[in-house]
């Protein structure tokens, strides 16, 4: 396992705690921040990604913390088929864990809470209106612009003419903030399959007070959307820079 995993994996970790940490404070009964809105999630959303990205590149990992991102690198050729495997599972692990720790850190809220879409939702997605082709749709579309606009931020001809070099992970903690508010109403933007299924799983798996179910028939649309939407925007990006 490449050394880089350690890095997607921590890093991932501090996403979900942070990103589903700001989900459950704002939906979760007795919470101080109850009933916040949606403009909170975003940013909280926009900071947990910026948060992640530093803690894993500090660590010497790309800072992908997204299955859909990993993938989309091995189409555009700099990531190898065995680091995106290995990149992929730590990113799921850190998924995984960083849920368990919101359900720890909230623990005295599960008990208070008896709307189970509310508990749900502190872990996983759930679409507004249930749908599956334009659920689908929507993750696609998400995800194709969370790729295609961070590797324009990644680019020669931005990085060259600007300090994006060192203000990545801002910009791509900017970029999805405005997926979140423009594009996130639909399904809760997932755009990240770890940021999905990992916490999917910690929900069906931990101790949960008035948890209920954990939504399985809907778990493969914040799956295959984002890789989709992320491969066809890596493919698309590739052609259009070559």
């Known amino acids: 396992m490449p050394t880089t995993a350690l890095g997607e994996f921590v890093g991932t970790a501090v996403l979900i705690l942070l990103g589903n940490g700001v989900v459950a404070g704002v939906l979760l ?26 803690v894993a590149v500090g660590l010497g990992a ?7 991102g990993t993938v989309a690198n ?4 700099t990531r190898s088929v065995a680091d995106a495997v290995a990149h992929i ?6 998924a995984i864990v960083g849920s368990t720790l919101v359900w720890l ?28 082709l334009p659920n689908l749709t929507s993750e696609v579309i998400g995800t194709g612009v969370l790729v295609f606009v961070a ?36 399904t809760g933007y997932a755009i990240n399959p770890a940021r999905d299924l990992g916490p999917r799983i910690a929900h069906a798996l931990l101790p949960i007070a008035n948890k209920g179910g954990s939504d399985w028939g809907y778990s493969w649309i914040p799956v295959v959307g984002p890789i989709v939407g992320g491969s066809l925007a890596a493919l698309l990006w590739k052609t259009l820079s070559a």
């Not at 599972?89 to 850190?94: E, P, S």
């Not at 208070?112 to 599956?132: E, G, H, Y």
Request: proline content about 6%; hydrophobic content about 45%.
């Open 29 to 54: 009964e007795q919470s101080k921040s109850r009933d916040a809105g949606w403009i909170v999630i975003t940013a909280g959303w926009a900071i947990a990604v910026l948060a992640g990205v530093l």
């Open 62 to 68: 790309p800072g992908e913390l997204n299955p859909a």
């Open 74 to 77: 091995v189409l555009l050729g």
């Open 89 to 94: 599972a730590a990113q799921m692990a850190g």
């Open 105 to 132: 850190h909230y623990f005295k809220h599960w008990g208070v809470t008896r709307d189970v879409d509310a508990i749900r939702s502190s872990f996983c997605n759930s679409p507004a209106i249930r749908s599956t």
């Open 151 to 186: 590797n324009a931020i990644g680019s020669a001809g931005v990085a060259g003419g600007s300090p994006a070099t060192n203000l990545g992970p801002v910009l791509v903690g900017a970029l999805v903030w405005g997926i979140g508010l423009s594009l996130g109403g639909p």
